[in-house]
């Protein structure tokens, strides 16, 4: 005995309409689950990060580079220090 020997008469014209209803939607629109993937390819492409999620140790290296770009600006606090301190700020940046 398959499934649909057990149901009911009127379960079994339920489920022939909603089968036809899918192949209806299929006929009319038989490129739609390739532009749906499209779509969904599009929008997770939009929303990938460039770069990958930082460590937890990588911020407060980040945060020290960014320090001694600082250190090199003279804008910024470059004319705070003294020249020995703004070449070891350039040798850690690997400038």
């Given amino acids: 005995?398959?499934?649909s020997d057990t149901m009911s008469p009127f379960q079994?014209?339920?489920d022939l309409e909603a089968r036809v209803y899918q192949l209806e939607k299929?006929?009319?629109y038989p490129n739609?689950?390739?532009q749906d993937m499209k779509e969904a390819a599009a929008k997770a492409q939009a929303n990938?990060?460039?770069y990958a999620p930082l460590?937890?140790?990588?911020?407060?290296?980040?945060r020290l580079a960014a320090f001694a770009r600082r250190l090199l600006?003279?804008?910024?606090l470059g004319h705070a220090v003294t020249?020995?301190?703004?070449?070891?700020?350039?040798?850690a940046l690997g400038k």
């Fill in 1 to 3: 005995m398959t499934a």
């Fill in 12 to 14: 079994r014209i339920l």
């Fill in 26 to 28: 299929l006929v009319q």
């Fill in 32 to 34: 739609t689950a390739k």
């Fill in 48 to 50: 990938e990060h460039l």
């Fill in 55 to 62: 460590r937890s140790d990588t911020a407060p290296l980040l």
């Fill in 73 to 76: 600006d003279p804008s910024d």
């Fill in 83 to 91: 020249e020995e301190v703004r070449n070891l700020a350039r040798e």
